[in-house]
């Protein structure tokens, strides 16, 4: 796989799409048996995780797979205003854009909570990404392979800040596909950053990716920089 400074083919996303479970009837059904539900006193543990990555990656996909809640989302339609100032290549057929940011949520077991912000994939928006960050736990950074240069500013940004992130592939249907070291040389991330392929239209694919990122920014802030 030659490195992603060299030109790759460029083909259109599929639209971002994602229906959020529904988990009223589940609190009913515990209710009714007497059981208990740590969700009805609040989330005991609050992680905050970001979902960046460039324009058309599939970050409003991922947070809508994967949120418990109906995800909030400031989509707006693209118009003519943007002709020359937002980079379209490779995403001609994309409509909407996020002007501001996503948000979801997902409860893991013991009363942990994550909350999702999916940040604004445009170069336009990136001065909102330093209030977005703010006491976030890492970041998912997802990425296109048939566009990988639009990985590059999520990357050093994170890098910059010391942020712990994970970079996930998202497999679009009509991309090539490449093994994740092919993808490590090409994005040259260091050997301790896990590289993930995924399905961001997919709930169980998606909650990898973040336990991943969940597991990877315990291992730094113990100490250990290197996967197992």
């Not at 020359?84 to 940011?101: N, P, Q």
């Not at 912000?117 to 998912?140: I, K, Y």
Request: with cysteine; proline share 6%; charged share 25%.
């Amino acid at each position: 796989m030659n490195s992603a400074r060299s030109d790759l083919p460029s083909t259109t996303a599929p639209p971002a799409t994602g229906d959020a479970p529904d988990d009223h009837d589940e609190r009913d059904d515990h209710a009714e048996h007497g059981e208990h539900d740590d969700r009805a006193d609040g989330p005991r543990v609050a992680l905050k995780i970001l979902v960046a990555g460039g324009f058309g990656v599939g970050k409003t996909t991922l947070v809508g797979a994967v949120s418990e809640i109906r995800p909030l989302r400031t989509e707006e339609a693209l118009t003519d205003v943007g002709v020359g100032v937002d980079d379209l290549d490779g995403v001609a057929a994309k409509t909407t854009t996020t002007v501001a940011m996503d948000f979801g949520r997902i409860t893991l077991r013991d009363g942990v909570a994550i909350y999702l912000f999916g940040t604004p994939g445009q170069e336009r928006f990136w001065f909102m990404w330093n209030e977005l960050s703010r006491g976030a736990l890492g970041a998912v950074v997802l990425a296109d392979t048939r566009r990988l240069m639009a990985s590059f500013a999520s990357i050093d940004y994170f890098e910059q800040k010391g942020t712990p992130f994970v970079v996930a592939v998202n497999c679009f249907d009509d991309a090539e596909h490449y093994d994740p070291p092919e993808i490590r040389m090409a994005l040259d991330i260091d050997p301790h950053v896990p590289v993930l392929l995924c399905d961001a239209r997919r709930a169980v694919s998606a909650k990898q990716v973040l336990v991943s990122l969940v597991e990877h920014a315990l291992r730094i802030a113990g100490g250990t920089n290197h996967r197992p």
